[in-house]
């Protein structure tokens, strides 16, 4: 989604449950995409990467989709723990030639309940 | 160090003065990105250092805004006459400069123009 101002769209999830975040990118050339974490008061922290000859990659409790067709990216994370509560940015490639010149998006707000 | 270092973390001016910032990447690391963050918002690329060629400072939102690399190592965004809307978190970021690569951030700067 997109956020207007200081109001990110928040995912509330919780604890033990999967959240699973979504993005939409703009640029149908975009060959590479990130999803980042941001703690308060911190800055963002990589997650999970994927390029776009790959529909889906897996790490440690988190899994990246892409969906080309329609130009959308999503984060699952298998059992959210309070410590997943941040704000997470996916991130596309916009220009092959200069390597990694990311495009951020506006960010979602994960909450994780007790 | 082992991460991205920032300094100063937190910086009041007034309106009308410059301001320096700087960043420490990782040693070894080619590459070198600044971004800012405004409250709330994703972030913004400003300008991207890639080894001795010449820095794509296509993200500079205007000509008050410059950034040096010295040595290939510690890099500076200076703002002259800062502006009220120049508030937000600067961020920096290095990497090992090939494509795709992780960037990774330092904790950012906070500028406050009152």
């Known amino acids: 989604g997109e956020s207007v101002g200081l109001h990110l769209p928040t995912l509330s999830v919780q604890e033990g449950d999967n959240s699973i975040i979504n993005c939409a990118y703009s640029n149908s050339a975009s060959d590479y995409f990130i999803w980042y974490k941001q703690e308060s008061g911190k800055g963002p922290q990589f997650i999970i990467d994927?390029?776009?000859?790959?529909d889906k990659r897996q790490g440690q409790r988190v899994t990246v989709l892409l969906n080309k067709t329609v130009k959308h990216l999503s984060l699952q994370i298998a059992a959210t723990q309070p410590g997943d509560s941040a704000v997470y940015f996916c991130?596309?490639?916009?220009?092959?030639?200069?390597?990694?010149?990311?495009?951020f998006g506006t960010g979602t707000r994960l909450q994780v309940t007790l | 160090g082992a991460g991205v270092s920032q300094s100063p973390s937190n910086k009041v001016t007034e309106k009308g003065k410059d301001v320096e910032l700087r960043c420490d990447p990782i040693s070894g690391h080619t590459a070198l990105y600044w971004y800012r963050q405004s409250l709330g918002q994703g972030l913004e690329f400003l300008i991207y250092f890639q080894g001795n060629s010449a820095p794509d400072k296509s993200g500079l939102p205007s000509d008050r805004f410059s950034a040096e690399r010295t040595g290939g190592s510690v890099s500076t965004l200076t703002i002259q006459r800062t502006q009220q809307e120049d508030s937000a978190v600067y961020l920096c970021?290095?990497?090992?400069?090939?494509?795709?690569?992780?960037?990774?951030f330092g904790p950012g700067t906070r500028l406050t123009v009152l």
């Open positions: 994927i390029r776009s000859n790959m």
């Open positions: 970021a290095s990497s090992w400069g090939l494509a795709g690569n992780e960037q990774f």
């Open positions: 991130a596309e490639n916009m220009d092959t030639g200069t390597a990694s010149k990311l495009t």
